[in-house]
């Protein structure tokens, strides 16, 4: 049996929803947004959904929506952005696309006392360092823990109490190691007061310098103490430190690709649109810093031109810790081109932007 809730609901979509390309809203009581979604015929797509069929999602959804929004958009980039936006943003009940698990990860740096270096699959706002997105979830699970070891950061639970040695006077006494890598030597034990928070700090901006590709500390560390154990003949231990840098050279040449591919995502995009509303995206390092429209006269292109120069020539973070919306923009836009090879050979380069 077909669904036709809310007949005023479908009544007005009826009457003055357009068949254009746009980014459509269902509120439910109280106002809760229940969905985000985007379509090139907004009309014709949200009147579907009065004819779906119960049980299904279309019909659940207009079962329980009270209000609908619109706003039609330029094109489908612009519409795709914003949708994921929103999405991003509200995190709506009805929307399982940009919610979905993440076929990459991203590597975190936690904000603790103590933080640790830990593999994750989605980016949260909750104050830590995200460096990434990196292919192959298991695979960076284990360089991660080797990075850890190699600088002594703890990869204990979160929960695990922290006591630096400098904070003994206010905790006196010192308390056995959690796990037996204090012992070991591969960890700098914040749990029992083996070291400073000064020096654990220390371990840290270096893990996150080695992130970002700015040092090859723990590299020329594990080298090291490979040629220490060679020397007292531990070869099995100098054979499981010597996979260990090979581990960790290939993590920073992934790295390095990485960010290639990310530096290769900054360009002029110019975009054709309805009804001549063409537009003019600012793409650097795969995340869009600004829309304009199209310059249609000698003073709008220079107005353009003075934008272009000032978003690409200024000095910018290289390589940060990436925001959750930074890191799901990235994405987005690198997903966007690879589909879509014929938009990608429409891009410009922003110095022959500016020459033309």
């Known amino acids: 049996m077909s669904v036709y809730a809310n007949p005023a609901l479908r009544a007005y979509v009826d ?92 590597i975190k740096v936690t904000r603790e006392r103590a933080p640790r270096v830990i593999p994750v699959t989605r980016v949260a706002d909750d104050g830590a360092e995200y460096y990434g997105p990196f292919p192959g979830v298991g695979e960076l699970a284990r360089l991660v823990l080797d990075l850890s070891h190699v600088l002594g950061l703890r990869d204990c639970p979160g929960a695990t109490r922290v006591r630096f040695n400098d904070q003994l006077e206010i905790f006196p006494g010192r308390s056995p190691p959690l796990c037996m890598r204090a012992d070991l030597g591969s960890c700098l034990a914040p749990c029992c007061g083996r070291s400073s928070a000064r020096e654990y700090a220390r371990a840290v901006a270096t893990a996150r310098s080695f992130l970002e590709g700015r040092a090859r500390g723990p590299l020329r560390d594990v080298d090291e103490e490979m040629r220490r154990a060679a020397a007292r003949t531990d070869f099995e231990y100098a054979g499981l430190l010597r996979d260990r840098a090979a581990r960790l050279r290939h993590f920073r040449d992934r790295l390095m690709a990485f960010r290639g591919r990310v530096e290769d995502l900054s360009f002029v995009y110019p975009v054709p649109g309805h009804a001549g509303d063409d537009r003019v995206y600012l793409i650097r390092k795969g995340c869009i810093r600004r829309e304009l429209p199209w310059p249609t006269n000698r003073r709008a292109r220079s107005r353009v031109a003075r934008i272009v120069e000032d978003v690409f020539s200024k000095a910018d973070a290289d390589p940060s810790a990436l925001t959750p919306e930074e890191a799901a923009e990235i994405l987005l836009v690198a997903r966007w081109f690879r589909l879509r090879p014929r938009e990608r050979r429409r891009v410009v380069p922003p110095r022959q932007w500016l020459e033309g």
């Open 15 to 106: 009457a003055r929803a357009e068949n254009r390309l746009g980014i459509y809203r269902m509120y439910g009581s109280g106002g809760e947004l229940l969905y985000v979604g985007k379509s090139i015929r907004v009309r014709a797509r949200l009147l579907s959904y009065f004819t779906a069929e119960r049980g299904e999602k279309a019909g659940e959804l207009v079962r329980e929506a009270e209000r609908v929004t619109w706003e039609y958009l330029p094109n489908e980039f612009a519409a795709l952005v914003g949708e994921m936006k929103l999405i991003q943003r509200f995190r709506p009940r009805f929307n399982v696309e940009h919610k979905r698990r993440p076929h990459y990860a991203f």
